[in-house]
């Protein structure tokens, strides 16, 4: 029997393959101890999920998610960072070590031209690691084709700041006050060609004040999305959510935090 320090999962992966292939059992000491992982479960093999990020200004989004990936027990690894310019982002993702790539629309002759630069990011060894297998869009402010949602349905998400299909686009904080809506909210979707007009994996929503402003609720929302877009990510790169035609499956029931008595998608409460 061997007893071995492992901190997460990305150390057993390092460590496992120089032991004795006679081993039968393991101690696991501290967080990777609480995963349930077995010799048989590392032989099957447990791999990150190379994902990459699109953005089009600030990224706190992004940062969420790389706060969330860097931790040792996801299953994420994010591996990317795109922008269609030079959005600040970037050097949020630089001092995380993550690749960046900035593709300004203006120097392509084409929406199609700047997709397939896109595409062939998203897809290159040297860039990505053998290409990515998600995809999260995080304040990217282009429509993207349909050819291009094809080549990545199911495996590119969006985060937007409504309860879909409620208020699409932008503005959506004060189309809420106008609207008198009394809970107003955060959804994570699968991306199609339409504008925000995916199938929608789950929300979160809090109660809009009589005092609110479109400011005071866009700050309020924002910390929901930093919130839940990890969450359905992590869920994601599990193999826990999947898109089946239009109809999105949860494969293992809720995840952490949701109401357990709500129909599809899931919904979180604040």
């Given at each position: 029997m061997l007893m071995l320090m492992m901190p997460g999962r990305r150390l057993m992966r390092s460590t496992l393959p120089g032991i004795h292939p006679g081993l039968q059992g393991i101690w696991l000491i501290g967080?990777?101890?609480?995963?349930?992982?077995?010799?048989?479960?590392?032989?099957?093999?447990?791999?990150?999920?190379?994902?990459a990020v699109m953005i089009s200004g600030?990224?706190?989004?992004?940062?969420?998610?790389?706060?969330?990936?860097?931790?040792?027990?996801?299953?994420?690894?994010?591996?990317?960072?795109?922008?269609?310019?030079?959005?600040?982002?970037?050097?949020?993702?630089?001092?995380?070590?993550?690749?960046?790539l900035a593709?300004?629309?203006?120097?392509?002759?084409?929406?199609?031209?700047?997709?397939?630069?896109?595409?062939?990011?998203?897809?290159?060894?040297?860039?990505t690691k053998g290409g990515v297998e998600l995809i999260c869009l995080a304040g990217y402010m282009r429509l993207l084709s349909a050819d291009f949602c094809r080549d990545f349905e199911g495996r590119m998400i969006n985060i937007h700041p409504s309860l879909l299909p409620l208020h699409k686009g932008l503005d959506t904080h004060q189309k809420a006050i106008d609207a008198g809506d009394a809970v107003h909210g955060c959804s994570v979707h699968f991306v199609t060609a339409g504008?925000?007009?995916?199938?929608?994996?789950?929300?979160?929503?809090?109660?809009?004040?009589?005092?609110?402003?479109a400011d005071s609720l866009a700050g309020?929302?924002?910390?929901?999305?930093?919130?839940?877009?990890?969450?359905?990510?992590?869920a994601m790169a599990e193999g826990l959510i999947t898109l089946k035609g239009e109809t999105v499956e949860h494969r293992s029931g809720p995840?952490?935090?949701v109401i357990t008595d709500l129909p599809s998608p899931l919904t979180w409460q604040a």
């Open positions: 967080p990777a101890a609480m995963t349930g992982f077995s010799l048989t479960h590392y032989q099957h093999g447990i791999e990150d999920v190379k994902t600030r990224g706190s989004n992004m940062a969420a998610l790389l706060d969330y990936a860097t931790q040792p027990e996801t299953r994420p690894e994010i591996v990317l960072v795109v922008a269609d310019g030079p959005a600040p982002g970037l050097d949020i993702a630089a001092r995380h070590g993550i690749k960046t593709l300004p629309r203006p120097d392509f002759a084409s929406r199609r031209d700047h997709e397939a630069a896109i595409k062939d990011a998203l897809t290159t060894d040297a860039l504008m925000d007009d995916g199938p929608v994996i789950a929300q979160r929503q809090l109660a809009v004040h009589a005092d609110d402003t309020r929302v924002l910390g929901l999305e930093h919130q839940l877009y990890p969450l359905v990510l992590g995840l952490p935090g």
